[in-house]
């Protein structure tokens, strides 16, 4: 990230994959400017109309960040907190991805943006993620009751092992994810690095 106070721009940028160039942000005193993939654009700030945070790992990067920007015209683009160095290694930009957006949300407030503020995963996706942990921990607790009844005790503590190894992987995403509104002062500190 670049902060030049002679000009009041604050700058962003990453590589979403190995092949094809960056995709830079720039908060400047007109709005958002964002070049992606070929396409850029200029958004003012008071027509952003949401932002949304969310906790988003990968394989390759297990701290990684996401930020979905709407337009009010139906546009959206996603800036992400890790980026891609070589084949096997997706570099953290936590410092730059926190900076960036802590400046765009000053910038929208003193806009006067009326955005909607997200954070974490859509109400219903985390409801079918919650149903389907809840089914899951059904099934492992019968498990563990069967191996306990036919003396497997070595299968049991396979089960329990499995479960925290669960619990640790995917508790953090689902603590992080919560479905939840925020405000321009207030930005969620478990959704950016």
């Known amino acids: 990230m670049q902060v030049s ?3 009041a721009v604050t700058s962003y940028a ?9 995709h830079r942000f720039e908060l400047t005193e007109q709005g958002l400017s964002w070049h992606v993939a ?10 952003i109309s949401a932002i949304r ?8 990067q297990q701290h990684r960040f996401r930020a979905d920007v709407s337009h009010a015209s139906g546009g959206r683009i996603a800036i ?10 997706m570099a953290p930009q936590d410092s730059g991805f926190r900076a960036f957006l802590v400046a765009l949300h000053e910038r929208m407030a003193k806009a006067g943006s009326r955005a909607t503020l997200s954070a974490g995963l859509g109400r219903k996706t985390y409801a079918a993620v919650l149903a389907f942990l809840a089914v899951l921990t059904v099934a492992m607790a ?5 191996a306990l009844m036919i003396g497997e005790f070595a299968g049991a503590l396979f ?9 640790w992987q995917v508790g953090g995403f689902v603590w992080r994810n ?4 925020y405000s321009f002062n207030q930005l969620p500190r478990s959704l950016l690095p």
């Open 5 to 7: 106070d002679a000009e």
């Open 14 to 22: 990453y590589k979403a994959s190995l092949i094809g160039s960056a």
């Open 38 to 47: 070929g396409r850029s654009a200029l958004w003012r700030y008071d027509e």
């Open 53 to 60: 945070l969310s906790f988003r790992p990968v394989s390759m």
């Open 80 to 89: 992400l907190s890790t980026s891609w160095q070589t084949a096997a290694l």
């Open 142 to 146: 019968g498990l563990l009751i069967r």
């Open 159 to 167: 089960i329990l092992g499995f479960a925290a190894l669960f619990a």
């Open 178 to 181: 919560q479905p939840r509104t």
